[in-house]
């Protein structure tokens, strides 16, 4: 969906958006991440009418996504129910001089290009970066097995009663050494 500023320059585009799993890419650079319930949307584009080209948008988005569990490889769905209030300022008047100071206020500020914002990018990006950096399935996921290599979650593993060697023999000095 196309936030037009043309649109924006007459009136508030109000928004109330579903869409199915599949009908938004999430997966960028092959990183796995799906969505797995419909994606629901509603807020509010406006521009600011205190500088005619900066626009706000905000409002709510809901969905599920899913990818692999950091530890052990399976699936691990991640519920996402997030507010969002963002700002853009038009691509044109970002500088282009080598080094600029940026103000507290314009770190956070987004850009864009006419004719306008496309949704589904916004909310693919705030919906990413609700997810956690290290993504596992669950508090209690055992992962996988260093040794053997086997889900610890789906068969027990006996690789913990066999004792472990010094893999590298430059470290064997430090075996006798005692922590006091």
Not at 42 to 51: C, R
Not at 95 to 100: D, P
Not at 145 to 172: F, Y
Request: net charge negative; hydrophobic share 40%; with cysteine.
């Amino acid at each position: 969906m196309l936030l037009s500023i043309k649109e924006m320059e007459v009136r508030k585009i109000v928004f109330a958006e579903t869409w199915q799993p599949g009908e938004i890419d999430f997966d960028l650079d092959s990183v796995g991440i799906c969505q797995v319930a419909p994606l629901h949307a509603e807020g509010e584009a406006e521009l600011l009418p205190h500088t005619g080209e900066e626009v706000r948008v905000h409002g709510k988005v809901e969905t599920t996504l899913e990818t692999e569990c950091d530890r052990c490889l399976g699936r691990a769905k991640f519920p996402v129910a997030t507010p969002f209030d963002l700002f853009y300022r038009p691509a044109d008047s970002a500088s282009t001089a080598e080094e600029v100071a940026l103000d507290e206020g314009e770190v956070e500020m987004g850009f864009y290009e006419l004719p306008g914002l496309e949704l589904e990018d916004i909310l693919r990006e705030q919906l990413l970066l609700q997810l956690p950096m290290q993504r596992i399935c669950g508090e209690t996921c055992k992962g996988i097995c260093p040794i053997c290599g086997v889900n610890r979650n789906e068969v027990p593993c006996h690789c913990d009663a066999v004792p472990t060697q010094v893999a590298d023999e430059r470290w064997k000095a430090l075996q006798n050494l005692k922590v006091q």
